[in-house]
C-alpha cells in the first residue's frame, strides 16, 4: 500500500513538471542573419583624371554612378588632354588614369609611375570636313586624305594641345611622311570641341574622335569624309597611379576602380550606352 502511495505521489509530481513545461510561452524563433554585402565599402574620394572626349561623350556620367552606388567612393573627374592626365599621375595629383595614348602610357609604366595598364574600351577617330570637300578626299586613306589636304594648302585644323588625340593625328601625318607646317596648318592649342568649332569656321578639315563629333553633330555643316581604317583606331586604357608617389593618394579607392572598370559589370554597361543613334564605345578589357 505504501508503494502504491509512493507511486502515485511520484506521478503527480511528473505531471506537475510537465504541465508547467507545456505552459510556458513558445520560444521566439531567432532572427535570421542579415547577409553581408558582398561590396567592399571603401568610401573616400578618388580622383580621376581622363580626357576630355571622353567626358564630352557623356560616357561617366552613365558608367561612374554604378560604380560609386557599389564602392561608396565619390568619383571627382579631372577632365584634359592625354598628356596632361599622365601627367597629373608623374605628379601625383591623381589617384587612376583613364586615357588613350597606348604608346605613352606604356612608357608611364615603364618609367614606374603605376604598375600596370589595362585595355578598357576603343573607338576610332574620323576625318571630317566640309560637305563640299574642295580637295575630295572623301572615301580615300586617311594617308592619301592628308597628302591632298597638304599639297593643297586646305586649311586643316590641328588640336595641338598634347592629347591623345592630337597624339594620333601626329602619327598620320608621320604615316604620310609629312611635316604639317605653313598658314594652312592651324594649331589651336585647344580641346576637341574648340577644335572642330575652328574647323568650321574655316571651312577646313580636322581629325576628330567619333564620340565628339556625334555629339556636335546638330550643329556643324562638317560631315565625315574619311573613316574605317585599322589606322584609326582609337584605343583607351586605364592605370592606376604609383601610391608611393605621396600620402594623399587613394590607393583603395583606385584598385577597386581598375578592378571595376575592367569587370563584366563595367564592360556590360560600357558596350550598352549609346548615344546621338550610336554605340560610341567597344570594350575590350581582357
Not at 28 to 57: F, Q, R, V
Not at 123 to 141: A, K, Q, T, Y
Not at 195 to 213: K, P, V, W
Not at 254 to 270: D, R, T
Request: aromatic share 8%.
Amino acid at each position: 500500500m505504501n508503494q502504491l502511495k509512493k507511486a502515485t505521489a511520484f506521478f503527480l509530481v511528473v505531471m506537475m513538471i510537465f504541465g508547467a513545461g507545456c505552459a510556458q510561452e513558445p520560444l521566439e524563433p531567432e532572427e535570421p542573419l542579415e547577409e553581408e554585402s558582398t561590396e567592399e565599402e571603401i568610401g573616400g574620394e578618388l580622383i580621376l583624371a581622363t580626357t576630355t572626349s571622353t567626358e564630352n561623350s557623356g560616357l561617366l556620367d552613365y558608367i561612374l554612378p554604378n560604380f560609386e552606388e557599389k564602392t561608396g567612393i565619390e568619383v571627382k573627374v579631372v577632365a584634359v588632354g592625354t598628356g596632361a592626365a599622365l601627367q597629373k599621375g608623374m605628379d601625383g595629383e591623381a589617384d587612376v588614369l583613364l586615357v588613350h595614348a597606348k604608346s605613352r602610357e606604356e612608357a608611364f609604366i615603364a618609367e614606374g609611375h603605376g604598375p600596370e595598364r589595362y585595355d578598357v574600351m576603343y573607338n576610332d577617330f574620323i576625318i571630317i570636313g566640309p560637305e563640299s570637300d574642295p580637295v575630295e578626299v572623301e572615301g580615300l586613306s586617311v594617308v592619301e586624305a592628308l597628302t591632298k589636304i597638304s599639297e593643297a594648302g586646305e586649311s586643316f585644323v590641328s588640336r595641338g594641345d598634347d592629347s591623345g588625340t592630337h597624339t594620333k593625328e601626329k602619327s598620320l601625318w608621320e604615316s604620310a611622311e609629312i611635316t604639317p607646317k605653313g598658314d594652312w596648318y592651324v594649331e589651336v592649342g585647344k580641346g576637341m570641341g574648340d577644335t572642330i568649332t575652328m574647323a568650321e569656321e574655316l571651312q577646313g578639315y580636322t581629325m576628330s574622335d567619333r564620340a565628339t563629333y556625334l555629339s556636335m553633330k546638330e550643329n556643324l555643316e562638317s560631315v565625315i569624309l574619311v573613316e574605317g581604317e585599322e589606322i584609326l583606331f582609337n584605343q583607351y586604357g586605364v592605370i592606376q597611379v604609383d601610391p608611393g608617389k605621396n600620402n594623399q593618394i587613394n590607393e583603395k579607392a583606385a584598385e577597386a576602380f581598375v578592378n571595376w572598370i575592367i569587370s563584366e559589370e563595367a564592360q556590360e554597361l560600357i558596350g550598352t550606352y549609346e548615344a546621338y543613334g550610336e554605340v560610341l564605345f567597344n570594350p575590350n578589357a581582357k
